[in-house]
């Protein structure tokens, strides 16, 4: 799970590649840089992997009662 959220880090903020998809959507939507689009990148990754933690830790407390 750590790994994915570490290389949107790392492919996607720290550094923008001409071929990269942060420079691709900042093509289609010329309002954000592409380091802002890899940030929300990352920060959608993190929401979705602490609410399917949530959801996993739910369900195995749901699970042993």
């Not at 959507?25 to 992997?49: D, K, M, N």
Request: proline share 3%; hydrophobic share 50%.
């Amino acid at each position: 799970m750590k790994q994915k959220v570490r290389d949107i880090y790392d492919d996607l903020i720290t550094r923008t590649a001409e071929g990269s998809d942060a420079v691709a959507c900042h093509q289609l939507i010329p309002c954000c840089i592409p380091r802002c689009v890899g940030v929300q990148f990352w920060l959608v990754a993190f929401a979705f992997q602490i609410i399917g933690l949530y959801f996993a830790l739910v369900w195995m407390v749901n699970d042993n009662e």
